[in-house]
């Protein structure tokens, strides 16, 4: 019992955690107890450029055939070569699921390593000059994502 002159101070109530979730939310947590994940996006990964230069052997490919379907900012496919003869480094570089060229010899080695070690690598034709010499007419940027 209180005593005389006590004062009394009612309780406020906290409302129930779950009371600002929509329904579905409210449903899923009665049912399992958890909360489902938010969607939330990450945020983009940061490119770092690796190799900007001319592609390699585009006459001894199927450069030519693809004369007229590559454009600038045209993704490419790079693909390590470790049992090629002529370079243990190679990285072929293909467009339209076609071999195209190569990465040039003198700049394929820290490429390959990151491939290697399986790295996430993105490339892109930055320009593409089809009346240039073969060794003109292809350049290319690669990064590292």
Known sequence: MAQAGAHHTP???TPHPMASFDPTRRWLFTATGTLPALAIAAPP????????CELAGWIHHHGNALRNVLRAKQTLRLEREPANPHDPHAVAVYAH??????????ANRSLAAH?????TIE???VDFQSQAAPWQ?????????
């Open 97 to 106: 699921g076609r071999r195209i060229g190569y990465i040039p010899r003198l």
């Open 137 to 145: 007419c292809l350049r290319l940027r690669v990064w590292l994502v």
């Open 45 to 52: 990964r940061p490119r770092i450029e690796l190799l900007d």
């Open 123 to 125: 490339a892109e034709i």
């Open 11 to 13: 309780r406020t109530r």
């Open 115 to 119: 491939l290697d070690q399986g790295a």
